[in-house]
């Protein structure tokens, strides 16, 4: 429920956000998002994000919904995650590389360290919120009207920490498809 009022806050605030600011485009996307974790380990997330751009600035706010994960060690059963940064487009042109920075919040659950729950003799893994930090880079390009194609990569960087020994979420992730502006 909590993850579900933080999203609802976050589309609202951008709302306001572009009604204030009336000369801001509007950018939205939605993908499946692979990772490369360590170990050759494996990941896949659906990401969406919702974006306002002005001149060559970008502010996205960005989800990714964990699917699942493949590999010798797969170290999560959750790790949803949730993003706001900015991001410099280079040109204003059809074509547009950038780059940018998102700090977020990773709801995240180890699927293999957990704590001994004393009263049951049953292995717990604790849900945690962790930050989470994000520096992507990528393209999109820009159709005559409403679509426009991107390719992305990112770093992720942070640990889920909960009652266990801390575990990594660092990931390389990769995510392309089309979008929507106006």
């Given amino acids: 429920m909590k993850k579900i009022l933080v999203i609802v806050f976050i589309i609202v605030s951008s709302f306001s956000f572009a009604q204030a600011n ?18 050759k380990t494996y990941s ?11 001149d060559k600035i970008e502010w996205r706010g960005e989800a ?8 010798d060690r797969p170290r999560f059963s959750m790790n949803h995650q949730i993003y706001t940064g900015a ?11 950038y780059l940018g920075f998102q700090p977020g919040i990773a709801i995240s659950q180890s699927s293999e360290y957990g704590t001994l729950n004393t009263e049951t003799n049953a292995i717990e893994y604790k849900i945690a919120a962790n930050p989470v930090g ?23 960087f942070g640990k889920h ?7 990594y979420l660092d990931e390389w992730r990769f995510s392309f498809g089309l979008g929507l502006y106006f």
């Fill in 161 to 167: 920490k909960a009652d266990t020994y801390p575990v």
């Fill in 44 to 54: 896949l997330q659906l990401q969406g994000y919702l974006g306002f751009v002005q």
């Fill in 64 to 71: 990714f919904y964990f699917l699942n994960q493949y590999g």
């Fill in 22 to 39: 009336k000369n801001w485009k509007l950018k939205t996307a939605l993908s499946f998002a692979p990772g490369l974790l360590t170990e």
């Fill in 134 to 156: 994000s520096v992507a880079t990528g393209f999109d390009f820009y159709g005559e009207k409403l679509f426009f194609l991107f390719v992305e990569t990112r770093y992720i």
């Fill in 87 to 97: 991001f410099y487009h280079f040109t204003d042109k059809a074509f547009q590389p």
